[in-house]
């Protein structure tokens, strides 16, 4: 290289570098089957944020869930499965709200951060935390597109370290065998977003328009978690509580007319109380005869809320007397809910664009 190539060199222009932005859900099995279920289990649950006990007590006990669970399981995701993309629907209504996000931003969405420039400079990427489309790819994805900067965005309404910090470890994880470091931010929690608590109580209102009777009870039930985790300092049950408060505020509703439970409750140790199962058995043994469901932990629907909320939570009301039941779909991909992911990434982008 002689000296005048050196000199231009130095003087090229850096490469225009992109912003990133990437979803993700907590991921899903690759199909209805014995198997690809297995897979997704033992991936899920060798997860150390997510089982925390001591490998050596750990592992005989999911050697054996790993051979009874997935058989049944399959049989459950085959009732909700999305027959039409041959996948589980929270990988489609992911996708759906990747397109979304980025349809908005090509019509302008962020032009008022940056007039003209916004569309170009930003791309978006979905990924699944177990199974595929997994984080890894899609970190490697963004790298080739030319993002030095990646907001992440883990949609998880409230922080769990099950959850929310397994996206966070996942994605250091896999730039720790990336030789390449981009800025990551990640989008806090948005559990009393103004946008996302006002799209909720404007969804169940609209919801509960269009039923045919009209409920006596609210029940809001959040996906469940062991009451240890909380013990240890998870913030997730405060968070959990104030949606509820909120929520309730909007409505207009006290604890009596909408109470809180957890549901999916996993293994023998004592969860959050007071538990789903149970709570929609007791309102139905002592008389209410009409319920809705919301579950606002989620924000795409899935196997805990179509399988056991829609079928299973649905069973448990009408054997114990209870007559009319029905789930508030999440908030998905439609367009109040696109609403809440547009204001908070609209919101954790600033300053870089
Ligand atoms: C110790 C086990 C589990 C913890 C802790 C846990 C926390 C947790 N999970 C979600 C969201 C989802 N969980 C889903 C399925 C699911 N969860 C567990 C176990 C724990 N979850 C299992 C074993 C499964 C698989 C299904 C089953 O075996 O019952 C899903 C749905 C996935 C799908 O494919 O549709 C979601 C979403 C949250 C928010 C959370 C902590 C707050
Ligand atoms: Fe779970
Ligand atoms: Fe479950």
Known sequence: MTQSDAHANKNAPVPHSKIGILLVNLGTPSAPRFWPVRRFLKEFLSDRRVVDAPRIIWWPILQSILWLRPGRLAKKYAEIWNKTLNE??????????????????????????????????????????????????????????????????????????????????????????????????????????????????????????????VPEMILVSFHG???????????????????????????????????????????????????????VKRLAREGVKNLVVITPGFAADCLETLHEIAIENRAIFTENGGQNFALIPCLNDSELGMMVIFDLVAREIRGWI
């Not at 400079?121 to 490697?140: L, Q, T």
């Not at 929520?247 to 109470?259: A, I, K, S, V, Y």
Request: contains cysteine.
């Open 88 to 213: 589980g629907p929270l990988k489609s209504i992911t996708r759906s709200q990747a397109e979304k996000l980025a349809a908005w931003i090509r019509a302008g969405g962020l032009e008022k951060h940056k007039p003209g420039r916004a569309a170009d400079e930003v791309f978006i990427a979905w990924a699944m935390r177990y199974g595929e489309p997994g984080i890894g790819s899609a970190v490697k994805n963004l790298q080739a597109h030319g993002c030095a900067r990646i907001l992440v965005v883990p949609l998880y309404p409230q922080y769990a370290a099950a959850t929310t910090a397994s996206a966070y470890d996942k994605v250091f994880a896999t730039l720790e065998h990336m030789q390449w470091d981009p800025a990551v931010r990640f989008a806090p929690p948005y559990f009393d977003d103004r946008a996302y608590i006002d799209v909720l109580a404007t969804s169940l209102r609209a919801a509960i328009s269009r039923l045919d009777f």
């Open 225 to 279: 978690l062991p009451k240890a985790e909380i013990d240890k300092g998870d913030p997730y049950l405060d968070q959990c509580r104030e949606t509820w408060r909120l929520l309730r505020e909007d409505l207009r509703l006290g604890e009596d007319r909408c109470p809180i439970s957890f549901q999916s409750r996993f293994g023998a140790k004592e969860w959050l109380q007071p538990y789903t199962d149970a709570t």
